[in-house]
Nanobody, 125 residues
Framework: QVRLVESGGGLVQAGGSLRLSCAAS????????MGWFRQAPGKEREFVAG????????IYTESVKGRFTISRDNAKNTVYLQMNSLKPEDTAVYYC??????????????????WGQGTQVTVSS
């Protein structure tokens, strides 16, 4: 059974930093495109960052460019989201997602097959 487990969320003041982690029980983790999404209360889930199965062709939603960095450690079956200069509008539940085997980096939720349970990030002003 595939499991993605996020951690690292919490409460932080505006301007602060958090690093989210996502541990994946995917047997061939290094073959998967990976991404992060978020969902704020009353809003639709939105793409945040992602890269292809090689960890390249990284893409970010415009609002986080220059502040967030996605990375992966294939030896640990883990993908990370480093979030700096956090803003109150970054408050949301953050979800890790695994896309297609040998897949490209895509910003669409329907192109991801496996999802974590989410971790809450709250940024106070």
């Amino acid at each position: 059974q595939v499991r993605l487990v996020e951690s690292g969320g919490g409460l932080v003041q505006a301007g602060g930093s958090l690093r989210l982690s996502c541990a994946a029980s995917l047997r061939t983790f290094s073959s998967y495109a990976m991404g992060w999404f978020r969902q704020a209360p009353g809003k639709e889930r939105e793409f945040v960052a992602g890269f292809n199965w090689r960890g390249r062709d990284t893409i970010y939603t415009e609002s986080v460019k220059g502040r967030f960095t996605i990375s992966r450690d294939n030896a640990k079956n883990t993908v990370y989201l480093q979030m700096n200069s956090l803003k109150p509008e970054d408050t949301a539940v953050y979800y890790c997602a695994a896309g297609r085997v040998y897949g490209s980096s895509r910003p669409f939720a329907n192109e991801y097959d496996y999802w974590g349970q989410g971790t809450q990030v709250t940024v106070s002003s």
